[in-house]
């Protein structure tokens, strides 16, 4: 995880468990990852594919009951666990029409998660 020189995480939000399907464009390639939790200035998820520390990635998040939405991020740390990668990434260049999205999808998730 984004750490610091003493082991203690730097996240500034907390992440809500989500189960979201999204494209990842990085290295010119398009592939599928696995959303596994998601806040407004980051997410983490799962892919095959091995990225990089500090790479800049795109995602096009499939959100329920909207239009997907594209975001633009940085991969801040990583594990590998058997075959597949899990990543942390922070979004950035957001506009307030994306972070709106966003934030709205989030909640949607939240009553999910609520009410399931």
């Known amino acids: 995880m984004d ?6 995480e730097n996240r500034r939000l907390e992440r809500l468990a ?3 399907d999204a494209e990842c ?13 998601i806040s407004s200035g980051g997410m983490r998820f799962e892919a095959f594919k091995e990225l990089n520390n500090g ?12 239009s997907p939405l594209r975001i633009v991020g940085e991969i ?14 922070q979004f ?3 506009t307030d029409k994306d972070t709106s999205a966003l934030r709205h999808m ?11």
Do not use: H, S
């Open 3 to 8: 750490q610091n020189w003493n082991g203690t």
């Open 18 to 20: 989500a189960n979201l």
């Open 25 to 37: 464009l990085a290295d010119g390639l398009c592939f599928k990852v696995a959303v596994l939790d």
């Open 55 to 66: 790479q800049r990635v795109k995602f096009l998040l499939n959100l329920p009951d909207t």
């Open 76 to 89: 801040r740390w990583r594990n590998r666990i058997k075959l597949k990668w899990q990543y942390g990434v």
């Open 92 to 94: 950035r260049e957001m």
């Open 106 to 116: 989030i909640q949607q998730i939240f009553w999910e998660n609520f009410n399931g």
